[in-house]
């Protein structure tokens, strides 16, 4: 017992001594350890990464060094330079980053994996002439969803909740667009998405390793149940030739994977083309529908249009509404290892010292998304952001006279640009046109807002709500 005591003093003692050495060197960022050893700020972080970074920023300026579980985070929120410090990927690298992520979500491991190289094979196929194809495919998957599961019987209004509605119906489709087979059908397609849903809600504690042991058997029940409906044997049989899903899955047989891993990489596919569209679906109809001049102009712009993706159809208040909505949920946290020590330049010209072992984290959210000097009020919804004063798409944002490369960065930017990112959009807006444009759609309580986001998704692509909001639709006659 005592030498158990004594093993546990010891390290206590070590991580006190490795949490006081850390001092600020020459030219590296603001240091700021936190009040508890090791742990530092992880619970901040953890609890709401937005608003802790924001008080970070306000006491440090636009870059800092945290401690966080006994890692040192370098923040980076002047998005004039993100391009330029994410260019080099000499000193900054992905990968151990995102294999660690991997394989305490998914519980795989990718040998020789290169997240660089793989989203530039994505990237290849959803360009033209794919993109054409699989935007096509995926408007008549969300067509016959909506004639299939949500306009039989319904005379007569029906009511949900709009975070279920969008994403079980986006999910549905995106799943039929990009793993769909011969061998589908509708109680398999329903299987799919709750287990997908089970395993995202817990996803976020997967990555934290904070997950109790009740809630890590659900997880692991529904990864167990999602390998099983994603294995690649079932699903090769049923592939369409040269699809999405027949090329990945020869990808993966090329890596030399056994069955099971190819099955942890299907779901981990499936967790990164799923996982956005839905919510994203939620945000925008929800600031429509509590926002009633927002809705009105979107509808007028939209009177009359076939199609709002078409380039003959100018739709610029849409557009609008979409980039708003997207600039207020889009919370993905861009995370490099730091391989070597690296020099960055701010807009100022001051000049930090990246320390090799670190690890930098830039997080677009909060600049240039949720920055009041660039954007007024930021934190409101304001559909017209993105548009001149003579209606035109407004591309110049300035801070301080200073003009900015981006006003909005949903898609992330150099070489953690999101590949899909096009089709996302063309899936985004095509059901929300087809929503407006052939349903009668309202809240059920015409004074309910907007839910507040759940704080412990930052740094996970799209925002969640904390709650939803009860609407009811009939079909248009």
Known sequence: MIWITGLLLTGLLAMFYIYMRRTRRRNEPPLDRGRIPWLGHALEFKNDAAQFLTRMKQNHGDIFT???????????????CYDAVLADTHSLDLTPYAQLLMERIFSL??????PVSEKKRVALYFKEPN?????????????????????QETAEWKKDKLFSFCYTLLFKAGYLTLFGTA????????????????FDKLLVKLARQTLPRDERRIASSAQERLWELLCPAYLIKGAEAQSWLQTYLVQLEQLGLDTNMQQRAMLFQLWVTQCNAGPAAFW??????????????????????KHPLSKRENTPVFNSALNETLRLTAAALIVREVMYDKMVRLSSGQEHLLRRGDRLCIF???????????????????????????????QDFFKEGLRMRYGNMP???????????????????????????RFHLELCDGNANMPV???????FGILHPAGDLEIRFKPRE
């Open 109 to 114: 491991h990718l040998p020789n994996h290169d």
């Open 66 to 80: 945290v401690c966080v579980a006994g890692n040192y985070v370098t923040v980076l929120l002047d998005s004039n």
């Open 183 to 198: 061998n589908n059908n509708s109680a398999t397609l329903t299987e799919v998405y709750e287990e997908f849903r089970q």
């Open 364 to 394: 677009p959210f909060l600049s240039p998304q949720m920055d009041p000097q660039i954007h007024h009020e930021p934190e409101k919804f304001k559909f017209d952001r993105f548009l001149n004063a003579d209606g035109t798409e407004k």
């Open 284 to 305: 925008m109809l929800g600031f429509l529908l509590t926002h009633p001049e927002a809705l009105r102009a979107v509808r007028e712009e939209l009177q009359g249009l």
């Open 131 to 151: 993109l054409s194809q699989i935007c096509i495919s995926m408007q008549k998957n969300l067509h016959f969803l909506m004639t299939s599961e949500i306009t």
């Open 453 to 459: 986001v759940d704080t412990s998704r930052y740094g």
């Open 411 to 437: 898609w992330g930017t150099g070489s953690n640009l999101c590949p899909g990112r096009h089709f996302a959009v063309s899936a985004l807006k095509h059901f929300v046109f087809m929503i407006l444009t």
